[in-house]
T-cell receptor, first 115, second 111 residues
């Protein structure tokens, strides 16, 4: 166990559904990340939060809406997704973001399927 | 735009062999390079981190080298074991501090 948990582990949703992914870290870190890993592309960073503030949005479509209520919790709200959004969504945390975010600890991921 | 390529895409070897996994990147202005391991259905585990000023890092049977000028890194695995079977990912961090990942090398070590 890395100290980063994600729920649910698997999610199947229709294009009109609204769902949320949850990530929790028990490492006392201040930075949290969402990544997308699809079969057709390399792992991509989506969002970065540092001390609850969003510091990076890597040109992610607005149908993905992140929320970071505190340094230990990170959510990814999903609505009106497309089948091509089916992927493994990984959460990670690190002591800080930016240049000093060298070691990130990853959760096991949520396998999302959009029908 | 930084691009990271990993060769080979897949590798299957008998136990005990010494292995070399390759990672190349197009923009040599990097801050660091990191090797990760990913087991099926799981997240990533950091293996080795090389800062741009360093040439190599070692951890147990793993050794990673970095040649920034040529845009290359290698991960050397000595005396491979079945437990080494996983996907190995290389990630490069540049000035934007957003890491760029390769597609990975899928390794199978059979007894």
């Amino acid at each position: 166990e890395t100290g980063v948990t994600q729920t649910p582990r698997h999610l199947v949703m229709g294009m009109t559904n609204k769902k949320s992914l949850k990530c929790e870290q028990h490492l006392g870190h201040n930075a949290m990340y969402w990544y997308k890993q699809s079969a057709k592309k390399p792992l991509e960073l989506m969002f970065v939060y540092n001390f609850k503030e969003q510091t990076e949005n890597n040109s992610v479509p607005s149908r993905f809406s992140p929320e970071c209520p505190n340094s230990s919790h990170l959510f990814l709200h999903l609505h009106t997704l497309q089948p091509e959004d089916s992927a493994l969504y990984l959460c990670a945390s690190s002591p800080r973001s930016g240049r000093d975010s060298d070691t990130q600890y990853f959760g096991p991921g949520t396998r999302l399927t959009v029908l | 735009k930084q691009e990271v390529t990993q060769i080979p895409a897949a590798l299957s070897v008998p136990e005990g062999e010494n292995l070399v996994l390759n990672c190349s990147f197009t923009d040599s202005a990097i801050y660091n390079l990191q090797w990760f391991r990913q087991d099926p259905g799981k997240g990533l585990t950091s293996l080795l981190l090389i800062q741009s000023s360093q040439r190599e890092q070692t951890s147990g049977r793993l050794n990673a080298s970095l040649d920034k000028s040529s845009g290359r890194s290698t991960l050397y695995i000595a005396a491979s074991q079945p437990g080494d079977s996983a996907t190995y990912l290389c990630a490069v961090k540049g000035g934007s501090y957003i890491p760029t990942f390769g597609r990975g090398t899928s390794l199978i070590v059979h007894p």
